[in-house]
């Protein structure tokens, strides 16, 4: 049959289109018998690789997205464990310097209170060796003046005298 539309229609376009289209169906018909579950099988493998790849990926971007909550979530935590140790550590340094001002307070009112304490008996040991100091003078003065009568050269000397002992 194909020989006979080869000699009816020898160098015609007809016959070239009708050679051609017999060549593509048979080649279409070998095809299917032979390759074409080889072909639709690397179709299919490729396009379940291809799947595989794209669930892969969106489950890769999924545990990150996941990591990068987990980490600002540890993010945060950290922050407020820092805020946290800051605060205790103001609280201690404030403590602390409640403590030695109070201390420091006591200290000083003791010194304080020591040293009025000080003074006190030391002006009354002054005014108990003044007071004496007066008595014995007065009884020397006494003393003196009982026992001559002074003139105004007398009481000039005992008074030049006087105050000579005062200045020893």
């Known amino acids: 049959m194909s020989t006979l539309l080869l000699e009816a229609a020898p160098n015609t ?3 070239n289109i009708i050679v051609v289209s017999g060549a593509f169906i048979i080649l279409l018909v070998l095809l299917r018998l032979f390759a ?3 072909i639709t099988s690397v179709f299919a493998s490729r396009a379940k690789k291809i799947s595989d790849d794209i669930d892969a990926a969106e489950a890769n971007n999924k545990q990150a997205a996941d990591l990068v909550k987990q980490r600002q979530a540890e993010l945060a935590g950290s922050k407020e ?10 609280d201690t340094a404030s ?8 201390t420091a307070n006591e200290e ?3 010194l304080k209170k020591r040293a009025q304490e000080d003074i006190e008996q030391e002006r009354k040991e002054a005014l108990n060796t ?3 100091d007066v008595a014995d003078i ?8 009982i026992g001559q009568s002074l003139d105004a ?14 200045g020893e």
């Open 81 to 90: 464990e820092a805020a946290n140790i800051i605060q205790v550590a103001n």
């Open 13 to 15: 376009v007809l016959g």
């Open 36 to 38: 074409w579950n080889a």
């Open 108 to 110: 000083a009112t003791s």
């Open 95 to 102: 403590q602390n310097r409640a403590k030695v001002l109070a």
């Open 138 to 145: 007065s009884v020397q003065i006494a003393e003196k003046l």
């Open 130 to 132: 003044v007071k004496g």
């Open 153 to 166: 050269s007398a009481q000039q000397e005992l008074i030049d005298s006087y105050l000579a002992k005062l």
